[in-house]
């Protein structure tokens, strides 16, 4: 290694030199790495392994101390392809495949002397499990002999010894090994009585050498599963310099974002919903996460319209952002929560001012018909709760009682809403207009010619009060 240190985010030739040199040292590095020459959380960790069993501090960065041993001409224990085969006796591996090269038992016995079989245990394509109890069996014909058990380490190591003396058969030369992997850690398991249960079988190896690698990978979930989400926050953070994210922009002063894909070799597109969802994130207490998730699905990214699309979709896309593997397991147990903090600012945003000066929020009328914003607010939810058609709606605020004596007026507001486009101080002309007597229902308004909707609007726009024309002084001026 020329020049500084390795560490996360590094990409280039040097560190796929790295990857080869782990890779001869038996580390299994990703393919979402390896293939990119990027240093990722997996590569990290496989040197992390290399600097604690070398006695050096657990870092994961490789500096000239690290680069020595990892360079090193490691030293290679007996593992099952250095054994003698003998043609004719296919042997099945811990993946249930027939190897094509098959292998002749070896007699376990004391010119042997101990067995071994160790390996990983982790999440399928996840993370390293650690407090994992693994335990090992030889198998006959129903029957099974414990052979051991060992604790996987903070790296997900296992490592169980074995003697041929243990078998119950004593003329038997070899073990037919079954691996089992139990989770002994979780109170709830122990109180369910279901802690003694596996939740890991391996396939049997018929025929095991003395000394055989095993990966144990446990289907736990997408809680377990590294996101995109994680791998791009991983990939970007050491190349940011202590800058915040939602200070990237990609304008004609700065062109961070495409500065950085080029860098770290990733899609532009991606950085940009990243740093989308971070700003959104710091107004809205959302988890940048799951707005990652609705930006990669496809969802607007403004929040009146993200907001717009309901909730039943808004579920969809985040659901489909876990099982893609694009936003953290995690999330999985609080999409209710996200989706009720989504549903909770439609709410907000009601009370926000409009874009348009002569137009109005949702806040705004409702309030020409319930000046109380406690009950404004108490409607807005009652009507994003609400799955029926909207007469059921009607009928369920009729049966609230802070709201019961304000239907008409509620729904004599939201018809002139409609009619009038949002224009505010025409809806609040037409419900003078409805008080005074001088409309008696909305066909009223029918009777008004375009002169007098003119003279009306007209008049709205003024600062003073306006009155738009009534029925009976149009019918005159007609």
């Not at 414990?146 to 903070?154: A, H």
């Not at 391996?202 to 000394?211: D, E, L, T």
Request: glycine residues 8%.
């Amino acid at each position: 290694m020329n020049g500084p240190n390795l560490s996360v985010g590094a990409v280039g030739e040097e560190v796929r030199s790295l990857h080869e040199q782990l890779r001869r040292q038996g580390h299994e590095l990703p393919e979402s790495e390896t293939s990119r020459a990027f240093f990722g959380p997996g590569t990290r960790e496989a040197v992390r392994r290399v600097q604690l069993r070398h006695g050096l501090q657990g870092h994961g960065v490789v500096d000239a101390a690290t680069n020595a041993v990892i360079g090193a001409t490691p030293r290679q224990p007996v593992e099952t392809s250095a054994i003698p085969r003998a043609a004719g006796q296919p042997v099945m591996t811990a993946r249930g495949a027939a190897a094509s090269e098959p292998r002749v038992p070896v007699r376990a016995a004391d010119d042997v002397g101990e067995l071994l079989v160790r390996g990983l245990v982790v999440y399928k394509d996840g993370l390293l499990i650690e407090g994992m109890t693994v335990r090992a069996f030889n198998v006959d014909l129903r029957h099974e002999d414990l052979l051991g058990e060992s604790v996987s380490d903070q790296e997900g190591r296992y490592e169980i010894k074995y003697r041929a003396s243990q078998f119950s058969r004593p003329e038997k030369q070899y073990a037919d090994l079954l691996l089992r992997a139990y989770d002994l850690r979780d109170p709830g398991r122990r109180e369910a009585g279901t802690s003694e249960e596996p939740v890991y079988e391996s396939p049997i190896v018929y025929g095991a050498q003395p000394i055989e690698k095993i990966k144990l990978e446990i289907d736990a979930g997408l809680e377990h599963t590294w996101s995109e989400y994680e791998q791009l926050m991983a990939e970007l953070l050491p190349l940011l310099g202590g800058r915040p994210i939602t200070e990237l922009s990609e304008d004609a002063s700065n062109q961070d974002v495409s500065f950085l894909a080029g860098q770290a070799n990733l899609d532009p597109r991606r950085i940009a919903y990243l740093v989308w969802a971070h700003r959104l994130a710091a107004t809205t207490n959302l988890p940048p996460e799951a707005l990652y998730g609705l930006a990669r699905e496809g969802l607007p990214l403004t929040l009146p319209e993200l907001l717009a699309q309901g909730q039943a979709l808004q579920r969809q896309a985040l659901e489909q952002a876990l099982n893609e593997h694009i936003i953290p397991g995690r999330l999985v147990d609080s999409l209710d929560d996200i989706l009720s903090r989504l549903k909770s600012l439609i709410v907000a945003q009601a009370f926000e001012p409009p874009r348009e000066a002569d137009r109005a929020s949702l806040g705004q009328l409702l309030a020409t018909a319930l000046p109380d914003r406690d009950k404004q607010a108490r409607f807005l939810e009652a009507y994003l709760s609400h799955e029926g058609t909207p007469q059921q709606f009607w009928q369920e605020v009729a049966k609230q009682p802070e709201l019961q004596g304000d239907v008409d007026k509620l729904q004599v507001t939201l018809q002139l809403s409609a009619l009038s486009g949002g224009h505010l101080p025409l809806v609040a002309q037409l419900q003078d207009m409805r008080e005074a007597g001088q409309l008696g229902s909305l066909r009223d308004l029918a009777r008004l010619d375009t002169g007098a909707w003119s003279r009306s609007s007209a008049a709205c726009r003024k600062p003073r009060p306006c009155r738009p024309a009534s029925p009976a002084t149009t019918r005159t001026q007609g």
